[in-house]
């Protein structure tokens, strides 16, 4: 299985209720093969599963829940596709702290499905929450 550690660091943070997400870079750290980033799409290429680690170090917020759309026309929410979210938000926890666990079974019958995302993120300081935005796509190479 594939382990990818990507790095969310915030440039601006925006509260829900406004037009826009939240702007953030995403980056694979260290690379790895069969994980790419581009424009903001985690691009997900091979036939095996994939376990993506999203690690803010910025500690002034938080993970607090991801939710998925699938791009074709039928209802999908991803949930067989990514069956399994852990969130760790204390040192107390196994993985990195304040992280986003999400494991991508990268099933046959999803490739070349795009997922649209959202994580929700919390501001320790004030309890506001905003979304991140990107994209997953499963590229069947």
């Known amino acids: 299985m594939i382990t990818a550690h990507i790095v969310v660091t915030i440039t601006q943070f ?9 702007s953030t870079t995403l980056e ?20 095996e599963p994939v376990t993506l680690i ?5 500690l002034a917020f938080v993970f607090i829940g991801v939710a998925f759309d699938a791009d074709t026309p039928d209802s999908d929410v991803g949930a067989d596709e990514f069956p399994r979210v852990t969130i760790n938000r204390s040192a107390n926890h196994h ?7 999400v494991h991508d079974a990268n099933r046959p019958e999803d490739a070349g499905k795009s997922y649209s995302y959202v994580i929700l993120v919390q501001r320790r300081a004030t309890s506001e929450i ?9 590229d069947d190479i």
């Open 14 to 22: 925006r509260p829900l209720g406004g037009i826009f997400p939240i």
């Open 28 to 47: 694979a750290r260290p690379p790895i093969p069969g994980v790419s980033i581009s424009n903001g799409t985690i691009i997900v290429k091979g036939k």
């Open 54 to 58: 999203f690690h803010m170090p910025d």
């Open 95 to 101: 993985g990195p702290t304040n992280s986003l666990v």
């Open 130 to 138: 905003g979304i991140v935005d990107p994209v997953i796509k499963n």
